[in-house]
């Protein structure tokens, strides 16, 4: 079940990266036409943007799911592994539209200033996949509940549910933005400018979560299943440890399209500094109980002394770049609330493709310096990442763009 759900989700990542990207292009606009004073325009953006979400979900569900078992293989699973886990896997891929509405509504949320209605419906579809999954793997009674299969049905159920709370509200009001049909007619002007900001933010975030993927297979070869365990352990913890660092790099997007729109070009600075000021602080914090912590936190997901072995040392050498991360966020949502979503996607090629890929393979592949060498490839590329972002920031480009 570990290295289904390792190989699945990082698979997933791509339809995440179409999601994002969409909802990085949607925040961006509607926090213009926000500032701007313009609801009804926001409005009409917002129609649009989930317009193109229904196109793309219909071409990225079919393939995933009547290749399921496909993608798997190419994730290096073993035939065990496909064999059991190709319906959990076409559930997964098959139920990516809601993935897509999840993550796009809640940046039409944060666009119009909603924060609070997007963590709600992130509450919904998680607390609901938390009751969920035992009930419909495990069963109740005499039911022996669907297995493996059941937790995949168990997160299509959580995140619909939160999607239909997200509709609930966009139609029937408590948000700034307030849709109707009519916000679904196809405007061509909107669409082809949604999309110019969406294809690279869409393009960005699948080049980091490509790497990821790539560095995910590099463990499994080098350090085999352990390492794959103890690595999926330690990204768990990571992305989960980092979230609210994410949420205030969110809000410095939306407080950058905000002000743009608005014409106060000074606050949206002001308003980056303090965000990546509390930011630095946050990833401080973090970095030093990875440090201190982090065989306790890793032994709490695994009693196998080797995974708690290699992942306390995947937490500290992740770990060790956290500073940096929550920096490199910052300026990256930053510039792509700006509008500017370009800048964010060449510096992800530069330090995921360019430099992280390429070390981690050769630490690897020519100086066999082991599963650690990956690990610390991490922090090195991410490192990058905010030394060029903030290159980009103090350029000022993204002052000017039109959006």
């Known amino acids: 079940m570990p290295l289904l759900w390792l190989d699945t989700e990082a698979m997933i990542t791509i339809i995440y990266s179409i999601a994002i990207g969409l909802s990085t292009a949607a925040t961006a606009v509607i926090s213009r036409r926000i500032g701007e004073k313009s609801p009804g325009e926001a409005a ?3 129609g649009q943007a989930i317009l193109i979400a229904f196109i793309i979900t219909i071409f990225i569900s079919l393939p995933g799911y009547v290749f399921a078992k496909q993608l798997l ?29 999840l993550f796009l509504i809640n940046g039409i949320f944060r666009g119009a200033g909603n924060a609070t209605i997007a963590m709600r419906s992130l509450w919904i579809a998680s607390l609901l996949n938390i009751v969920l999954d035992p009930l419909l793997i495990y069963g109740i009674g005499y039911w ?3 297995g493996l299969k059941g937790a995949a049905i168990a997160t299509c159920i959580g995140r619909g549910l939160g999607v239909l709370y997200q509709c609930n509200i966009l139609f029937r009001g408590g948000s700034l933005i307030r849709l109707n049909l009519s916000h679904f007619l196809p405007d061509k002007k909107v669409i082809l400018g949604m999309i110019h900001l969406a294809w690279p933010a869409t393009f960005q975030f699948i080049i980091a979560s490509g790497s990821w993927i790539i560095l995910t297979r590099l463990v499994a070869e080098t350090g085999g299943t352990t390492a794959s365990a103890a690595y999926q352990v330690a990204i768990r913890n990571v992305v989960f440890f980092i979230l609210p660092a994410w949420g205030l790099s969110n809000a410095a997007a939306t407080l950058v399209g905000q002000n743009l729109g608005a014409g106060k070009i000074n606050r949206a600075e002001q308003s980056v500094l303090l965000c990546m ?29 080797e995974v708690i072995e290699i992942g306390t040392l995947a937490l500290r050498i992740i770990g060790g770049g956290f500073i940096f991360y929550g920096i490199g966020m910052v300026l990256m949502q930053s510039l792509n609330g700006a509008g500017d979503t370009q800048t964010p996607t060449v510096i992800n090629i530069l330090c995921f493709w360019c430099f992280q890929v390429p070390l981690a393979y050769f630490f690897t592949k020519y100086l066999n310096l082991g599963v650690w060498s990956i690990f610390a490839a991490v922090p090195f590329a991410e490192s990058l990442v905010g030394f060029f972002a903030w290159l980009a920031f103090r350029k000022g480009r993204w002052k000017n763009i039109e959006v």
């Open 144 to 146: 022996a509940g669907f």
């Open 73 to 101: 293989g190419f994730m290096g699973a073993s035939e065990q592994v496909i064999e059991d886990g190709t319906p959990f896997a076409k559930i997964m891929f098959g139920s990516s539209g809601v993935i897509v509405f």
């Open 44 to 46: 009409v953006a917002a």
């Open 277 to 305: 000021k509390y930011n630095t602080i946050f990833m401080s914090i973090v970095s030093l109980t990875f440090l201190l912590l982090a065989t306790h936190i890793t032994s709490f997901f695994s009693n196998d002394p």
